[in-house]
C-alpha cells in the first residue's frame, strides 16, 4: 500500500471550508485535474454521498467517481473512489486556528490496483502528483487558490 499526505493552509474559516470540500459540485474550482462532476445523491451531503467525476488523463477522461463514507462536521472527511482505475481511500482533517483552516489531506492506494488497471505511465503520474509538497502559498477556498493547493486535494 502506498500512502501520501499534504497539509495546506486557507484564510477562512473552518466551518466554511469543510463545508467546500464536502460539496463535490466544487472540486472543479480547486482541482485543475476536474473535468466534470455532478452529485449521484441529493444534498444535504455527508457519509453515503456519491458524486460522478470526471478526471483529466494523459489519453482523455478517467473516471474518478467517489463516495463519502464519513463525515464529521468540521473536523473530518472520508471517502474512496468507487470507479476508476485506482480504487483509493482518503481522509480530509480539518483544524481552525485563528480564523485559518489547515486542511490535512491523505490518499491510500493498492499499488496491485493500478498496475493491473492502468499502464505505467499513469502510475508514475498518480504517484508523482500525489507525493507533491506544498509551499508557504495561502489562498482563499473560494477565490484564488494555487496550483499546489489544487493538487492536495487531487483524485476527489
Known sequence: MAHAENTVWIDRPVASVFDFVLNGGNNRLWQSSVTDVRPLTAA???????FEQG?????????????ITESK????????????????TGAYRFRSQEGRTEITSTLDYERGD?????????AQQFCQEIRQTNDSAEASAYERLTAQERRVLLLV
Do not use: N, W
Request: proline share 9%; glycine share 14%.
Open 114 to 122: 493500478l498496475s493491473r488497471s492502468i499502464d505505467s505511465a499513469v
Open 55 to 67: 478526471i483529466q488523463g494523459p489519453t482523455g477522461r478517467i473516471a474518478g467517481d467517489y463516495e
Open 73 to 88: 462536521t468540521p473536523e473530518l472527511i472520508r471517502f474512496r473512489i468507487i470507479a476508476g482505475p485506482a480504487h483509493s
Open 44 to 50: 444535504p451531503y455527508g457519509a453515503g454521498s456519491k
